[in-house]
């Protein structure tokens, strides 16, 4: 596996591997690399004929208040995971690569941004869809892996990539998770012995919520409510978000009809959660 940090080396190896019709994968992390991220590399292994995994803290995405400095870095960890994987380049730029000083374009966010993450965490989108553009650029792959765990951000990146003809297959790739339920994220590693046992109680709440909707409750009010009785058992859990929301637009659905999309972010402590659960409703269902 080669490492490479400098975005024009991997421009160059991109280019090389493209004028001889070799299909890139791309999967963008942030390293610290878990069963979630591996899940998305293996799934990139079999679509591709060379993978690039870039393990890049990016810190436009982050909020002066938010935990850019102590996120965690375990790189050679990292790196050993991706050899493991048949990685063929972990990319690891610097932020003086990827911003020198000059640096002054950011993307403009379409409205699938604006509610939800975008309203919690104000820059964050711009920082997303601004990197994923740089990275696409430099690595000028035919097909990137992203999350369904980061569902707001998935949407973004396939809107993005449709508005501005960036010509990569955008795939989005199942929430891996935890025995008890917790979506795996590199975050995780913050939460106290205690909040770790109360942490899978955001998924809990949304599978309450999809199983009403199952059940043929359509209300999106009435789901929203029952899947705040489940977190406001447990009084150390905050609820930043729950809702009830159309997965296409992600703006909220007073009735659920077809599909929605459950979101919702807690905090515990200091740590923040988000999660999803995609579910269709039973009305929608019989006509199949
Ligand atoms: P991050 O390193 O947090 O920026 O995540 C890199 C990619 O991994 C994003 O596309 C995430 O949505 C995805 N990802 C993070 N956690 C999970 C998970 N538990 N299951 C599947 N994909 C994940």
Request: net charge positive; charged share 25%; aromatic share 6%.
């Amino acid at each position: 596996m080669k490492i490479i940090r400098s975005p024009t080396s991997m421009a160059t190896w991109s280019e090389q591997l493209r004028r001889q019709g070799v299909k890139i994968g791309f999967v963008p992390t942030m390293g610290a690399l878990h069963e979630g991220h591996r899940a998305l590399i293996r799934e990139a292994r079999l679509r591709c004929n060379a993978l690039v995994v870039s393990i890049f803290v990016n810190p436009a995405q982050f909020g002066p208040r938010e935990d850019l400095a102590k996120y965690p870095r375990p790189i050679s960890q990292d790196r050993a995971l991706c050899r493991k994987e048949d990685v063929d380049v972990c990319f690891e730029p610097t932020v003086e690569d990827m911003y020198p000083s000059g640096f002054q374009t950011m993307v403009t966010l379409p409205t699938i941004a604006r509610r939800w993450e975008g309203e919690a965490r104000p820059h964050h989108f711009s920082g997303v869809a601004t990197v994923v553009t740089k990275l696409f650029g430099i690595v000028r792959p035919q097909i990137a892996l992203f999350g369904q765990k980061d569902f707001q951000q998935s949407a973004l990146v396939l809107q993005l990539v449709k508005d501005l003809n960036l010509g990569v297959e955008v795939v989005v790739q199942p929430t891996v998770r935890e025995k008890d339920g917790l979506a795996m994220s590199s975050r995780n590693v913050y939460l106290s012995s205690d909040d770790r046992m109360r942490a899978a109680t955001l998924y809990r709440s949304l599978q309450a919520g999809a199983e009403i909707i199952r059940r043929g409750v359509t209300n999106g009010k009435a789901v929203q409510s029952a899947m705040a009785q489940v977190i406001e058992k447990e009084p150390a859990i905050t609820i930043d978000y729950l809702a009830v929301c159309d997965p296409a637009t992600l703006e909220p659905l007073s009735s659920v009809m077809r599909q929605a999309v459950l979101l919702g972010a807690v905090r515990l402590g200091s740590v923040r959660l988000i999660d999803n659960i995609l579910v269709v409703a039973k009305q929608a269902r019989r006509k199949f």
